[in-house]
């Protein structure tokens, strides 16, 4: 073959490659260009101040959309948590909900049950990159309605009970031990609670702010059956809480403490959620409450039918079930929720912690709250995770929250009185049966 015919064969090559390749491109579809919409609130869902609520978010949407050039995210700023809810309401009348949007724990059961929030079931089965076992299944089981999942947890707040450490030291008493029970707890607060000055006025407590309910998720009790039909109120392990509640709080007589003598290092004990702890103990926040005293935190007290759970709060993040763009709105709800550069972030700009197993249970976690928190306070991630491991499932029926509120009203008012327990108990059970009927 001469070097002319060579030269031509290569040429005709040359050209049908470049005839495919533009071809190609020609027949080669653009990437669409997505849009998704978030729906959030400003601050936080645990009302302790938040000056970086949307740093999170900002710097996740940033990576989400260098990830996915074709993506665009938006959300409206400046919508406040109380009117959030109406917000987002009046979003799904319109026909304008987020694709993605932040789910407060009162509207879970509402949104879940009347086909607001996409059904994840689906989704979470063809993504083989996604395991329901890295959360914490107590905080995961909070999206979770009748066996289905329709939002993942993306913030945990555990209760903790805080020990002022320098008054027990004063009294002479050692720390509680991880095991300790109520009757441990009875005790301590007994030798605690005394006049100081002489006045004949109890000024130092035992307590602050324990409630009945703290006394019931350690004491093994279930107010509701699962199916959230009939009411346990008056079981046993439900009235042994009520009874301790009533009788750890009568130690103080009619001198009952407030938050200034909790401040002030007057009280021994108060549960508290995370959340209000990492708020208000370090700079910058400069009414810094806990600087004349050393503070610990332990796990909530065990009674006689149970063991150490506590309440767990959880803010939750679902898909529009409308969503023209469930796809990618699912990559960017696990962005939020599932990602672990996203949830280390929790520790140092949020308030609560997060429910990923690795993240929370970590040494990178403990070492920024070490940073966080100062020298003397101490937050060790075994007891976050033993905490958050063993954190009570609250049942799932939509007027849950309602009658809670009833409940409570009710119990405080019961324990004001010195006769009548059981008949006052029992008409008060009779009344929530009524109402989970209608």
């Not at 063991?307 to 679902?318: C, H, M, R, Y």
């Not at 700009?349 to 990178?364: A, E, F, M, W």
Request: hydrophobic share 35%; proline share 4%.
């Amino acid at each position: 073959m001469s070097k002319t015919a060579v030269w031509w064969r290569r040429l005709v090559v040359c050209g049908l490659i470049f005839s495919i390749l533009t071809c190609s491109l020609v027949l080669k579809p653009k990437e669409q260009k997505v849009v998704l919409t978030f729906g959030m609130f400003a601050g936080n869902q645990w009302d302790v101040p938040d000056d970086d609520c949307y740093r999170i978010i900002d710097e996740t949407i940033e990576e989400f959309e260098k990830k996915y050039p074709n993506v665009t995210i938006r959300y409206d700023s400046g919508i406040l948590k109380d009117d959030y809810s109406e917000w987002l309401s009046q979003k799904a009348i319109d026909g304008e909900l987020p694709d993605v949007f932040m789910v407060l724990s009162e509207d879970f059961n509402t949104f879940s049950s009347v086909g607001v929030l996409k059904n994840l079931d689906s989704l979470i089965a063809k993504d083989p990159s996604f395991h329901e076992e890295d959360y914490y299944q107590g905080s995961y089981r909070e999206g979770e309605c009748e066996g289905s999942q329709y939002a993942l947890p993306y913030e945990s707040v555990p209760t903790l009970m805080f020990v002022n450490k320098t008054l027990l030291e004063k009294e002479n008493i050692a720390m509680p031990k991880e095991d300790w029970t109520w009757e441990d707890f009875y005790e301590i607060c007994k030798k605690v609670t005394k006049d100081t000055d002489g006045d004949g006025k109890v000024d130092q407590y035992g307590v602050y702010g324990y409630k009945w309910k703290n006394a019931l998720y350690s004491n093994g009790a279930s107010l509701f059956n699962k199916a959230g039909t009939k009411c346990n109120l008056t079981g046993e392990e439900v009235e042994e809480s009520i009874l301790f509640t009533k009788k750890i709080n009568e130690l103080s007589g009619f001198s009952n403490p407030t938050s200034n003598d909790f401040d002030t290092g007057k009280v021994a004990f108060q549960p508290m959620k995370f959340s209000e702890f990492r708020t208000y103990k370090p700079y910058p926040w400069k009414i810094n409450k806990y600087f004349e005293f050393e503070w610990d935190c332990i796990k909530l007290p065990t009674g006689p039918s149970g063991e150490s759970k506590s309440d767990v709060d959880n803010l939750l993040i679902g898909i529009n079930n409308r969503s023209k763009n469930s796809q990618m709105a699912w990559k960017f709800l696990k962005e939020l929720t599932y990602n672990r550069d996203t949830q280390e972030k929790l520790f140092r700009y949020s308030q609560g912690i997060s429910p990923l197993k690795d993240v929370t249970n970590s040494k990178k976690a403990e070492k920024i709250l070490d940073e966080y928190m100062g020298e003397d306070t101490i937050v060790k991630v075994e007891l976050l995770n033993e905490v958050m491991e063993q954190a009570e499932e609250k049942p799932k029926f939509r007027e849950y929250d309602t009658i809670m509120e009833y409940i409570d009203n009710e119990i405080l008012k019961l324990m004001m009185l010195e006769e009548g327990f059981d008949e006052n108990i029992q008409k008060i059970k009779n009344d929530i049966d009524d109402m989970l009927k209608k």
